[in-house]
């Protein structure tokens, strides 16, 4: 090996912020001049440095190059020991690099910071503020916390007296202040009040106070008695128009309608009595007119009986039929789902098939975008658009028609999905594939059979 190379010492001490020189020894025992290139590796490589960067030396000569320890003053560099090595690469031959190793020791320094959030506050029952705690140390640290009002009006109480923080954390404690007495109207009250941080433990620093204060506003607003008053004004006035105006008439009104009523239970109507007359007398020619008809025909009166029975029960079977077309059907849903990836085609998936020989009324429709997907759903009947959405303007969308919508016997209603980005649902991983799902409900009922054409005679 023709490269030795040793530190003076292998272990110090550094303060934080400051600097400790360590000197290198580096000797050539080859046979020509040699150039040395000086690299720090380990924990302490971000804050250190060697002076110069490269030493060239002649065959047998000796150099000295200096190791430069600043460890700043903040939390990258911990308090302890940090071990840290020199790397010695002779340029013309690399592989006989010597590593000298040693370890600093960095002293520990405590250094926090403190915050309210938000410094002054309000509220009628109580106020909340959070006391947030940095420690820009180097070392872990434990801080008390204590809060002291100038009077007895307000009492303070944190969620976390005492706060555990590692170098670089910060940590919040909620502090909740309390009026004494309540304010139910008035002017607000101001209650000033001061948090302290105290570091405990071997590491000396100095507390931290923080000012704050907490306004505690009235319970009843100052609007609320004008409010009252106007209230009460309204009331009053609404009664003197009712006893004074509307109550009268109203009775008057009440009492007319009765009047009427008692005058026409008691007399009898002119127009009941004609119908009545006028009914026998129809009754009478018709039952004479029958006679008449079945003498001329040379037949028996049950003929004219029989045609009677005939005539009532075709208009009873007729009557009959209109109530059955009129009924309220089979009530009926269907339920569809499809997804489609971004960037592709549409995707389209069938939601409902009309059977054959009936007619379906579409009546609700409920859409569904439960991931929170971007692109557009097109729901159609028999190729007809019904809905054309834009799904990032919905999570739930429901239609209720009050005229339906008629899907003809052997009819489909379709979902078509366009996906353009894939929603994330909260607290649960991204899905692959953007997913739409469709309700339709509605009734099934017979379809109309086709009129016959006329025929010609």
Known sequence: MTTAASLDTTAVTAEPGGRIDVPLQVRNSGSTVEEYRFEVVGPAAAWATVEPASLSLFPGSTGTAVLALSPPRSSEALAGDVPFGVRVVPTSAPDTTVVPEGVVTVLPFASITGELVPRGFDGAWRGNTDVAV????????????????????????????TVELAPGAAELSRLTVRPARRLWRGTPVVHPFQVV??????VPHESVVLDGTY????????WLPRALVAAVAALVALAVVWF???RPVVRSAAREESKKQVAAALSPSPGA???????????ASAGAGGKGQDAAAGGSPSSGAAA??????????????????????????AQAEVKDSTGGDPKTGTVFTVPADQAFDLTDLVAQNPQGDSGTVVIAAEGRTLLRLALQNFRDQDYHFVTPIVVPAGGKITMTVTCTEVGKPVGSPTPAQCAESVLVGGTLRPAPSPSPSPSTA
């Open 134 to 161: 940095d420690n820009h140390g180097n070392t872990p640290v434990t801080v008390q916390l204590t809060a002291q009002s100038d009077s007895s009006r307000a009492r303070l109480r944190f969620s976390r007296e």
């Open 197 to 202: 941080a105290t570091p405990v433990g071997d």
């Open 215 to 222: 306004q505690q506003n009235a319970i009843l607003p100052r």
């Open 244 to 246: 004074a105006l509307l």
């Open 273 to 283: 009595s004609g119908a009545a007359s006028g009914g026998g007398s129809s009754g």
């Open 308 to 333: 009677g029975s005939s005539a009532g029960s075709t208009g009873g079977g007729t009557g009959g039929g209109g109530s059955g077309a009129g009924g309220t059907g089979d009530p009926r849903s």
